[in-house]
């Protein structure tokens, strides 16, 4: 019999960030309930604080944003973010990579795309600015995935946004935080088979590149490409997405080797307090020293793991990371600035 040749051609398909942590948001307290449609696109927010993820407080750490009056006060705060998609047909699916404390609700454009098992209630549920959360769950836990199905409608061309609702499980509560990053699959868009994140130019990524941005974060060198997301600021944001994206791994790893752990910690210890420091010398957020600021950093995702989430022992190893961290300086001038 005749044999019939198939060719089966397979679009390509990239990964896109479409928010991603450290970026801007507007936010409001939950102390009074927001308007009806604050989780809509056309909901006008001007009116609200802004400030960048993640947001929150905490007795262990210090956020980006700080919410200093809602232990004891109120138990919930509300958040969005615009993005924009250029073509709503080419996104595949979306995924919400989220840090949070104790519980919360996203939506897209108002419709709700996810919500944490903590939370309780059916999807779609309402929930009220003055209701609390079902169970706890910790800010040092691992950042939950929510894979996000795109339905015709969810999505438009041009402006969107991404709101949050986060709860506490009581007024009490010692910690709250919403840290998200929200990536869309889409076909398409492969870069032209150039390598993202290869600023020297020799064909792999590696930490000599990160260092190359850094310096450009810093304004020490112009760097063709140092713009990892092309949305026209050279910021920490381009750090993040080659660190995550690019390299697969997260801040705090000053080896590169997909795991935050005690090595990091060590390199950054023995660094501590040195200037034009290098990220494997511990300057996590480019600001050319290895301080507190980057022990946060360390700590925030220390536990990491690539590509399985961090294991319970990572949890005593944190425990030697509070004492190992009694020896470092506390009188470092540079302990309050920001941290990506």
């Known amino acids: 019999s005749a044999q019939i040749a198939v060719t089966l051609e397979v679009a390509a398909t990239s990964t896109r960030t479409l928010v991603n942590v450290g970026d801007i948001w507007r936010y409001r307290k939950g102390d009074t309930a927001p308007a009806a449609e604050w989780n809509q696109a056309s909901f006008d927010d001007s009116a609200w604080a802004e400030g960048p993820s993640g947001i929150g407080y905490s007795s262990d750490v210090t956020h980006p944003t700080t919410l200093g009056d809602m232990a004891g006060n109120y138990t919930s705060f509300f958040a969005r973010r615009a993005f924009n998609v250029d073509d709503p047909a080419a996104v595949m699916n979306l995924a919400l990579d989220i840090a949070y404390d104790d519980a ?79 990536q869309a699959m889409v076909i398409g868009e492969d870069g032209g088979g150039l390598l993202p994140g290869d600023l020297t130019g020799d064909g792999r990524v590696d930490l000599s590149d990160v260092d190359l941005l850094t310096a450009a974060l810093r304004g020490e060198k112009t760097v063709d490409g140092a713009d990892l997301n092309a949305d026209g600021a050279l910021d920490g944001a381009d750090l993040a997405l080659m660190v995550r994206e690019v390299l697969g791994t997260e801040m705090g790893d000053a080896n590169l080797d997909g795991r935050v752990d005690l090595d990091d910690f060590t390199a950054l210890k023995d660094n501590m307090g040195i200037t034009d420091a290098s990220w494997a010398q511990g300057d996590f957020n480019a600001d050319g ?18 590509p399985a989430p961090a294991s319970a022992s990572s949890v005593e190893d944190l425990q030697i990371v509070d004492l190992l961290a009694a020896e470092v300086d506390p009188l470092d001038p540079l302990a309050g600035g920001t941290v990506l």
């Open 104 to 182: 919360f609700v996203a939506y897209i454009n108002g419709v709700e795309v996810a919500r944490s098992a903590s939370m309780g209630g059916a999807a779609g549920t309402p929930v009220a600015f003055d209701d609390v959360s079902a169970e706890m769950y910790d800010e040092l836990d691992p950042a939950e995935s929510f894979t996000i199905a795109v339905p015709d409608g969810l999505l438009k061309a041009g402006t969107n946004v991404l709101a949050i609702q986060v709860h506490n499980v009581a007024l009490s509560s010692s910690d709250a935080l919403m840290a998200p990053r929200l």
């Open 289 to 306: 020293v290895s301080d507190l600021d980057d022990f946060t950093v360390l700590k925030n995702f220390f536990g990491f793991q690539t």
